[in-house]
């Protein structure tokens, strides 16, 4: 069992205890995964995933095929809350849990949606364990560009430059944050999609804007903005563009 002195962790203490893979897997299509994680994902032994307030977790059905029988799954139950308190306590859990399985020296692969330092759930997880225990990060495709591929819509050229919101801003801030853009990215659009769409109306860039739902997957959408549905998932985006497209 690796041993904290004074609230710190030699790198003996390292070499005895297992490893921890933070695994992006990309944005729910499997075959955007990497053959990295591929690898590290068949060949696990331990397997750590969040799940939203009891429900299935969507990082393990994007790996579902990859995850060996035998297994063991430690599942991080993050209740559905705008209060972080809840949330913190479901990654202190999870946590703890990853940290008997290292202690014991296993290697546990903690798979994460998307990209685990872009918005990713392991970031919480990082931060909890990453100062005691050997830690490697797997980058997995994000969300932004695999919407941009599905719409077809190139986002920055040359010395351009790409914004990149979550939707539940306030009004007057992401309407400051888009004037002063030249490319913007709305992320967690879900409820908030009818005052972003009210945002870039005001603004004249309506036209402009694409709107991409559960990109990648058998249910996506991809339209304008402007026939958008009046309810978005959590797992939507909003492009924009402005002015002439620069790689013509």
């Given at each position: 069992m690796a041993a904290i002195n004074a609230?710190?962790?030699?790198?003996?203490?390292?070499?005895?205890?297992?490893?921890?893979?933070?695994?992006?897997?990309?944005?729910?299509?499997?075959?955007?995964?990497?053959?990295?994680?591929?690898?590290?994902?068949?060949?696990?032994?331990?397997?750590?995933?969040?799940?939203?307030?009891?429900?299935?977790?969507?990082?393990?059905?994007?790996?579902?095929?990859s995850i060996p029988a035998n297994a063991r799954e430690i599942v991080m139950d993050v209740p559905m809350s705008t209060d972080r308190e809840p949330a913190q306590r479901a990654y202190d859990i999870g946590a703890k849990a990853i940290a008997a399985e290292l202690d014991a020296g296993h290697d546990v692969v903690c798979l994460c949606e998307g990209d685990?330092?872009?918005?990713?759930?392991?970031?919480?997880?990082?931060?909890?364990?990453?100062?005691?225990?050997d830690v490697s990060v797997i980058p997995g495709v994000t969300s932004v560009t695999t919407c941009a591929a599905r719409a077809g819509k190139p986002l920055v050229a040359r010395n351009e430059r790409l914004t990149v919101l979550p939707g539940p801003l306030p009004?007057?801030?992401?309407?400051a944050r888009i004037e002063g853009a030249e490319s913007v990215a709305i992320m967690k659009v879900g409820r908030h999609l009818s005052k972003i769409r009210t945002v870039i109306d005001g603004l004249g860039l309506l036209d402009q804007a694409v709107y991409v739902e559960r990109a990648s997957l058998p249910q996506e959408v991809v339209c304008a903005l402007a026939d958008a549905p009046e309810k978005a998932p959590y797992f939507s985006m909003i492009l924009l563009t402005k002015g002439a497209d620069p790689w013509l």
């Open positions: 609230g710190h962790t030699t790198e003996f203490d390292k070499k005895m205890s297992g490893t921890l893979y933070g695994v992006g897997l990309g944005p729910g299509d499997p075959e955007l995964m990497t053959l990295k994680a591929h690898r590290l994902i068949s060949g696990a032994s331990v397997i750590a995933y969040p799940t939203l307030a009891g429900g299935d977790s969507f990082a393990r059905s994007i790996a579902a095929d685990p330092f872009f918005y990713g759930s392991f970031m919480y997880i990082f931060a909890r364990l990453c100062t005691h225990y009004e007057d801030e992401l309407r």
